[in-house]
Structure formats: C-alpha cells, structure tokens
Nanobody, 123 residues
Framework: QVQLVESGGALVQAGGSLRVSCSAS????????MGWFRQAPGKEREFVAV????????YYADSVKGRFTISRDNAKNTVYLQMNSLKPEDTAVYYC????????????????WGQGTQVTVSS
C-alpha cells in the first residue's frame, strides 16, 4: 500500500512560480509512474503531467506545456511539479497519483492518490 502526501500549495500572483511536492511511502517508489492531476471548483479532475518510473519520460497536458515541469527523485521518494507563469485558471487542488506500469493520462488507471494541495493564483 502506497501513501502519498502532497505539500507546497499556496496563494501566488499571476505570473509567479510555485513548486509542489509529493512524498511517497509504503512501497517501492521507483516501481511507479507518477502523475499530477488537478481539480478546480465545479469541474472534473483533469490530467496535468506524468513521469515514468525512470524519470526519463514525461508528458503534459496542452494547457500546461511549456510552463510546468514534472520531475522525480527516487532516492527521496518524491515527485515534484514546478509551475511557472501561473495563471488564474491554474487555480485548483493538485493531486499526485501513482500506478505500476507505463505512464498514462487516464485518471482511472492510477492505483493510489494523495489528499491534494490547494494552489490559488490571483489575478
């Protein structure tokens, strides 16, 4: 059983930067592809980014491509999401998720989820 804990959410101004983190425990972290998703009020949870277990392969939603960077440190059992040039529409609760196997953008293919961290971008 893998436990995921997100941290680093905050209130930031539009155009600013923020890094959120997700720490994992209870499993072999390097066995898992790790994804970030987000959910804004009144909206469905959506895919943001994913990184393969090696860290070499990444994939992003079009809405964040070029602004966000996902990375992982398997020695620290942690995955990061660096967010630059933030926009008000990036405001959401950000969730990390883990799955054994290949990277995927499909929410339902992830086995484990964190509780989320709030990111609010003011205009």
């Amino acid at each position: 059983q893998v436990q995921l804990v997100e941290s680093g959410g905050a209130l930031v101004q539009a155009g600013g930067s923020l890094r959120v983190s997700c720490s994992a425990s209870g499993g072999t972290f390097s066995n898992y592809a790790m994804g970030w998703f987000r959910q804004a009020p009144g909206k469905e949870r959506e895919f943001v980014a994913v990184v393969s277990w090696t860290g070499r392969n990444t994939y992003y939603a079009d809405s964040v491509k070029g602004r966000f960077t996902i990375s992982r440190d398997n020695a620290k059992n942690t995955v990061y999401l660096q967010m630059n040039s933030l926009k008000p529409e990036d405001t959401a609760v950000y969730y990390c998720a883990a799955r054994q196997g290949a990277t995927t953008v499909r929410l339902y293919e992830y086995d484990y989820w964190g509780q989320g961290t709030q990111v609010t971008v003011s205009s």
